[in-house]
């Protein structure tokens, strides 16, 4: 089910990047999407670029922060709000994508469900999070007792919810989703023998996602 994604490490600014490994998730048929979390917009730019007749809706929760003439609109506000809403109005997607946005609700399962309903017959939701089991994390929890919030990155201190590779298939799954694949977004050391060291802790199954800071999903309505 898995497969990797290796990135150079960088800083990412929330309102500014872009993310090419989910616009390769964006289906070319999707003619509806929901961008959940859409900041800056550049994501949804990317996306009309990709397929100019889509018609695209976003959720932010920061007004002004989304450039305009990208979406057809913006619903502002808080996202465990707005999508049981706008499943309630019975609105339909090709695609919703959630961008580290699952990691800051109280509730996933209800937005997740709300999701689904709002799923067209074949449609898909694309979610990337963050992956607590990240050898960094686990070095500091194992080796120094240390369990500290963070600025950003994986420890982010507006995360409520924290997931690893198994626990993020179950709560799709429990919100009525199967999950079609978990992708690794890692990086890597460029080092050598220790980018050996690496590919061969990998090569055991129970450690494969050591290494990925996000994991990047796809799911679709359980039918």
Avoid at 13 to 32: K, S
Avoid at 36 to 45: F, I, K, P, Q, T
Avoid at 119 to 148: T, Y
Avoid at 180 to 192: G, M, V
């Amino acid at each position: 089910m898995a497969s990797t994604l290796t990135l150079e490490l960088k800083h990412q600014y929330y309102y500014e990047h872009e993310r090419g490994e989910i616009l390769a998730l964006v289906p070319n048929t999707a003619r509806t999407v929901l961008d959940v979390g859409c900041a800056a917009g550049n994501l949804g730019r990317s996306i009309k670029a990709k397929n100019p007749s889509v018609i695209l809706t976003g959720i932010e929760l920061q007004q002004g922060i989304t450039q305009s003439g990208i979406y057809e609109q913006v619903h502002i506000g808080d996202v465990e709000k707005i999508i049981p809403d706008m499943s309630l109005n019975e609105q339909r997607f090709d695609c919703i994508i959630c961008t580290d946005v699952l990691e800051h609700l109280n509730d996933v399962w209800k937005v997740l469900e709300a999701a689904s309903n709002m799923l067209m017959p074949d449609g898909i939701i694309i979610a990337s999070l963050p992956n607590i089991r990240h050898i960094s994390i686990m070095k500091q929890l194992v080796l120094h007792g240390m369990w500290e919030y963070e600025k950003e990155g994986i420890m982010d201190k507006t995360h409520l919810r924290f997931f690893t590779e198994r626990s993020v298939k179950k709560v799709f799954e429990d919100s009525g989703l199967d999950v079609r694949s978990i992708q690794f977004k890692e990086y890597l050391p460029t080092q050598a023998v220790k980018l050996f060291i690496v590919g061969i802790i990998k090569r055991i199954r129970i450690f494969r996602d050591l290494f990925a800071f996000q994991l990047i999903v796809v799911a679709t309505k359980r039918k």
